[in-house]
């Protein structure tokens, strides 16, 4: 009723409109500002939702590292590599290593070579020793031999110094060498043994007729097996050659009695010829390529006086030596290379090459005295059928 009649008193009591509309509008900004707030922290709670997931609810422990085996793997655990080589240092590496077995390569080979090389000079020492032993008992023996023909030269050199003119000398009483050899009084023999200890390479003329030169004194052949200079197997026989030849009664000049000399072909063939003698003869050796050849042979001047005799001469010469001492004649040669043949034109000059020392046969006779003497007999009987002066 009273609501109908309008009571004031009940009009006192509602609400003004406009402050109702102010009101409701401050709760709903309150509201809308509300949800903005709610809105926030929910968004806010979820992102920090999942940092407090995997924060752990007690304490961690502190991890306990053991040795793994290769083949051991712990499932969940990830596992920390070592730090990958640069392919620099790979390539330093295989550099290095490269190195280290180059050189222990090098090391090896060198003690390989250096046992190799001892072992080559021990064996090789024993064999010289060998050869020298039976080369010093061959030289004892020249020796003795020399010593005698030395008395009997002193004795002949003073006789012929307080006689005015040279005689031939006289035939010793007593020799070494076996009786029967050819009677040689009156005939003059000239004897050369090639070469000498030192060579002399420096020039001169080959001779006084034609152009060139060569040298004063060429370096002679060496043994194949025991390495001796032929020169002092050429001095050995000429000294034997000498004794022997004036045993026969032969008068006989040699240009050296030691190996240790400085002469020239050139001098050593003016040297003979200054004492006109029947024969002008040089020993020599010979070497070759094929250590299976062997023998003697002659070689004379090109020119000269004798040129047309002095080749059949040369090949008696040759037959003589080849009988007496067995070895193979090569033949003889004339040639006009040889300086010390070329000075000595003007008497019979003979160039006798008694074997070949690249043989290691020959180099064994060559180095006996009694070979050798088997020469020396074949040239002493040439001499004697030869024309004298």
Same mark, same amino acid.
């Given at each position: ?184 009084? $009156?005939?003059?023999? @000239? !004897? ?7 060579? +002399? =390479? #420096?020039? *001169?003329?080959?001779?006084? %007729? ?9 370096? $002679?052949?060496?043994? @194949? !097996? ?7 197997? +050429? =001095? #050995?026989? *000429?000294?034997?050659?000498? %004794? ?146």
């Amino acid at each position: 009723m009273d609501k109908e009649k309008g009571n004031p008193k009940g009009n006192q009591n509602r609400p003004d409109p406009k402050k109702s509309a102010d009101i409701n509008q401050k709760k709903q900004e309150n509201m809308l500002s509300g949800i903005r707030r709610v809105s926030a922290d929910s968004n806010v709670s979820k992102a920090q939702q999942p940092a407090k997931a995997q924060a752990p609810s007690h304490p961690a422990k502190a991890p306990v590292h053991k040795p793994e085996s290769p083949n051991h793997h712990v499932s969940g655990t990830r596992r920390t590599m070592p730090p990958r080589k640069s392919k620099e240092e790979i390539r330093r590496r295989k550099r290095n290593a490269a190195i280290l077995l180059g050189t222990a390569a090098i090391l090896i080979l060198a003690l390989i070579g250096t046992g190799i090389f001892f072992l080559v000079k021990h064996f090789s020492g024993e064999k010289k020793t060998t050869l020298t032993t039976v080369t010093s008992t061959e030289t004892t023996t020249l020796a003795t031999s020399e010593e005698t023909t030395s008395e009997v030269t002193t004795s002949e050199t003073t006789e012929m110094t307080t006689t005015a003119e040279p005689t031939a000398t006289p035939t010793p009483a007593t020799t070494p060498f076996p009786a029967g050899g050819p009677n040689l009084n $009156g005939y003059c023999v @000239v !004897i050369d043994a090639g070469h000498q200890e030192v060579a +002399n =390479l #420096s020039q *001169e003329a080959m001779s006084d %007729s034609m152009g060139g030169s060569k040298a004063k004194s060429a370096e $002679g052949f060496s043994g @194949v !097996i025991s390495g001796i200079n032929e020169s002092e197997i +050429n =001095l #050995s026989v *000429e000294l034997l050659l000498k %004794s022997y030849l004036e045993s026969l009664g032969c008068e006989v000049y040699v240009t050296r009695e030691s190996n240790d000399v400085d002469i020239s072909n050139k001098e050593r063939a003016q040297f003979a010829v200054s004492h006109d003698p029947d024969l002008y003869i040089r020993l020599f050796c010979n070497a070759a390529n094929d250590s299976a050849t062997n023998g003697c042979e002659v070689i004379v001047p090109s020119g000269g006086k004798y040129a047309s005799e002095v080749m059949t001469w040369g090949e008696n010469l040759g037959k003589n030596i080849s009988v007496s001492s067995g070895s193979a004649f090569n033949g003889c040669k004339q040639s006009g290379s040889y300086s010390g043949l070329n000075w000595a034109q003007d008497v019979p000059a003979f160039m006798v090459r008694m074997g070949y020392l690249s043989n290691s046969d020959e180099e064994a006779k060559l180095l006996k005295e009694e070979y050798q003497f088997t020469i020396c007999q074949g040239i002493a009987q040439f001499i004697s059928t030869m024309p004298r002066h």
